[in-house]
């Protein structure tokens, strides 16, 4: 999602992207070719560590819970979790769930904050954001 997103901000070409795409599913495909491989590795994790991620998604968790449910998630994440977070709160909408806060907040993965584009963070938000959730809590 995120080469997408770079090609249709003009950050990357399109070929770029669809060649990066091109690259992480060939990658993704030789993990799910050796799903409980602990000798073969993909960016400093084995292949076992990744693909259990991949056996149920957040989502069917999240919309099968019958508890009140906490989303937390930052729009400068480069890891795209406001993306799939957005797509969980909507579906959650759509089957009438009303068990989930959802918050959106600025920050990068680390609860950073940015000035514009400037690519060095002015401040770290995780105490708040951990606080905000401990209070929703009480």
């Not at 508890?67 to 406001?82: G, K, L």
């Not at 799939?84 to 068990?99: T, V």
Request: proline residues 4%.
């Amino acid at each position: 999602m995120q080469a997408r997103t770079d090609a249709a901000a003009g950050r990357i070409s399109y070929n770029d992207a669809e060649g990066y795409i091109k690259q992480l599913q060939e990658e993704i495909a030789d993990i799910y070719a050796h799903p409980n491989a602990i000798d073969k590795e993909w960016q400093g994790h084995t292949y076992l560590r990744w693909s259990s991620f991949c056996n149920t998604t957040p989502m069917e968790h999240i919309l099968a819970a019958d508890i009140p449910i906490y989303i937390a998630v930052a729009s400068r994440d480069r890891n795209t979790s406001a993306l799939s977070a957005d797509y969980i709160y909507l579906e959650s909408l759509k089957q009438g769930r009303k068990n989930i806060s959802y918050h959106v907040l600025p920050y990068d993965h680390m609860f950073n904050e940015f000035a514009g584009e400037n690519p060095k963070p002015i401040a770290n938000h995780t105490f708040d954001v951990i606080t905000d959730a401990l209070k929703w809590l009480k």
